[in-house]
């Protein structure tokens, strides 16, 4: 059988998504599974053994240039050659809709009342209904499970392996870590301002943390304020510019992970390594919280039907709470990798 999956954006939307190819896998071990992504997030999906091609998009480029659509559905008739057996919309937009329709015959998706927008349901044949303020990582799980004849429970997805990769990462990054102190990468970034917690309390974090403080950033904005960051403390050290590959592999050497509610983020949970994500506007239901990876939500209530892009409760989350739980996962991180160690050296 060879099934597509379209899972389109955003970076983290795609890694709780990604989360149930193990399983799939482990229900049909000989099920071919291509993925149809926009281009600029590929790299998230690469060198997954899961995933047999990865087929790239730029559907976001229409908003600049109506006429390129052309040559995007072109695109995707190319892909549709593969003739898939089942072509499932993890995504629920209209714009995912379409791209599944033409992809192949039989398409599932959620129904009407289980996406924002509505009239991509009409190009399913295939329906799954799942209440949409339902946890993110959950909603995934149960599209790509349950039109292939199975369910993926919470239990598995607790006890889920990494499913995140990288290849032949930049040899300069070495320098940025240090054998005696703790590897921590802050996430300092997000789509929208009211997302992101103040740049002068992760400093106070770092500060109070004294360990290895590396900051990753996105765009010239997110640069200056590491840059400033690390002028601040000597503990924060602002990486260079990094690419997909090289971000996963940063995530993996890393004991923990500070960041807002935003893709990058959201890798460490992919990677099963430790992390704090801080929400402000957006809710918690978005993420899996374990003994692992924590949250932290400032005092305002969320619609997840209409979020509230004014809401800056981020900024008063009081980073002392950070630190105590930062201190707390470091010393759990730590007993983990003594005992693994004492067990494969016993």
């Not at 305002?300 to 981020?314: A, E, G, R």
Request: charged share 25%.
């Amino acid at each position: 059988m060879r099934i597509a999956i379209v899972k389109l954006s955003a970076l983290g939307d795609i890694i709780h998504a990604m989360v149930a190819l193990q399983f799939i896998k482990q229900h049909a071990p000989d099920i071919e599974i291509d993925w149809i992504v926009e281009e600029r997030f590929a790299g998230i999906l690469q060198h997954n053994p899961d995933i047999s091609q990865i087929f790239t998009v730029n559907l976001k480029a229409l908003k600049n240039n109506k006429l390129a659509i052309f040559e995007e559905i072109k695109k995707i008739r190319y892909f549709a050659k593969n003739h898939y057996d089942l072509v499932i919309d993890a995504q629920g937009l209209i714009k995912s809709a379409v791209t599944a329709r033409l992809l192949g015959k039989t398409v599932a998706g959620f129904n009407a009342d289980s996406i924002r927008e509505k009239a991509a349901s009409w190009f399913y044949n295939v329906k799954v209904a799942c209440a949409y303020d339902e946890n993110t990582i959950d909603r995934n799980a149960l599209v790509l499970s349950k039109p292939l004849g199975f369910s993926i429970t919470s239990d598995q997805i607790l006890g889920k392996k990494p499913f995140l990769y990288s290849n032949n990462t930049n040899p300069e990054l070495d320098e940025f870590f240090q054998k005696n102190r703790k590897v921590i990468v802050f996430v300092i970034g997000s789509t929208w301002e009211s997302r992101n917690y103040p740049p002068e309390k992760f400093v106070k974090i770092a500060q109070d943390l004294q360990e290895n403080c590396l900051v990753v950033w996105g765009s010239e904005q997110e640069k200056h304020k590491a840059d400033w960051m690390s002028k601040q403390c000597t503990s924060i050290k602002a990486l260079p510019k990094l690419d997909l590959n090289d971000l996963k592999a940063v995530v993996a050497k890393a004991d923990l992970l500070v960041g807002n509610d935003t893709g990058p983020t959201h890798i460490a949970w992919g990677l099963n390594k430790p992390s704090i994500t801080i929400f402000g506007p957006t809710p918690i239901s978005r993420v899996y919280q374990t003994d692992i990876n924590e949250v932290i939500k400032s005092h305002s209530t969320v619609n997840p039907y209409k979020l509230n892009k004014q809401d800056y409760s981020i900024r008063d989350i009081d980073e002392r709470i950070i630190v105590d739980q930062a201190i707390q996962l470091l010393s759990n991180h730590q007993n983990t990798k003594e005992n693994h160690l004492h067990d494969t050296t016993s």
